[in-house]
């Protein structure tokens, strides 16, 4: 089984300072992005899965279609805004852990990018995905 986690794109400016270094230029920060996870979700479709989500106030199953996991995570308070405690994030990797035992692979997109959140829940759920294998 292999894990593959990232961010819903990478190109955001108020991660300059939070994630890249200052004087990185635009044009190298895919490069640096890709030196800290594993992917990125960049909207074209390549197999048909369903896109399990995690969003404030709306409910959505924990299943998979296809032999791969495709999972989107928006803010657990607030869409967007809010960061995922380790709570929650530790609840969330014993799930998908369990989701994953027949897949070849789940795809963790964190679209949560306000105050760079989406970069630190990423490598967080990382590292507990990583102590369940």
């Known amino acids: 089984m292999q894990y593959y986690i990232g961010t819903s794109g990478w190109h955001y400016e108020h991660w300059r300072g939070r994630f ?47 032999d791969f996991a495709y999972i989107r995570f928006h803010g657990s308070s607030g869409v967007y805004f809010s960061c995922y405690s380790d709570e ?17 692979a789940a795809y963790i997109y964190f679209n949560n990018d306000t105050e760079t959140f989406a970069v630190r829940n990423a490598v967080t759920i990382g590292d507990y995905l990583q102590a369940t294998v």
């Not at 890249?20 to 390549?46: D, M, N, Q, S």
């Not at 929650?88 to 070849?104: H, I, P, S």
């Open 20 to 66: 890249y270094p200052e004087k990185l230029t635009r044009a190298k920060w895919l490069e640096f992005y890709a030196g800290h996870f594993t992917a990125v979700e960049i909207l074209h479709k390549y197999s048909m899965g369903f896109c399990i989500f995690d969003m404030p106030f709306l409910a959505c199953p924990l299943i998979a279609t296809a």
């Open 88 to 104: 929650e994030l530790a609840d969330w990797a014993k799930r998908l852990a369990n989701l994953a035992v027949n897949l070849k």
